[in-house]
């Protein structure tokens, strides 16, 4: 009923209103990468990222080239 999504397939993001970022814990060091709206401020969750790996492949996904860390 529900398929999951491909991993290789690409996806698109309003570079206009939307900045890559990676949501970082001071506390644990986890790692979530999403979109920051930057009109209201609000973060969209997209992936956690737990290797090098898949860093790169939320980068490649989205088509971007760095993505900026918060805290």
């Known amino acids: 009923m529900f398929g999951k999504r491909k991993q ?3 996806r698109t993001y ?3 209103h939307q900045k890559p970022i990676l ?3 001071i506390c644990n060091g986890e790692q979530v990468a999403g979109f920051k709206d930057l009109r209201t401020g609000k973060f969209e969750e997209v ?7 898949e860093l790169e492949l939320f ?3 989205y088509g971007i080239e760095t ?3 918060e805290y």
């Open 59 to 61: 980068k490649s996904l």
């Open 23 to 25: 949501k970082c814990s």
């Open 14 to 16: 309003d570079p206009e």
């Open 47 to 53: 992936m956690l990222i737990r290797s090098p790996e």
């Open 8 to 10: 290789t397939e690409k």
């Open 67 to 69: 993505v900026t860390k």
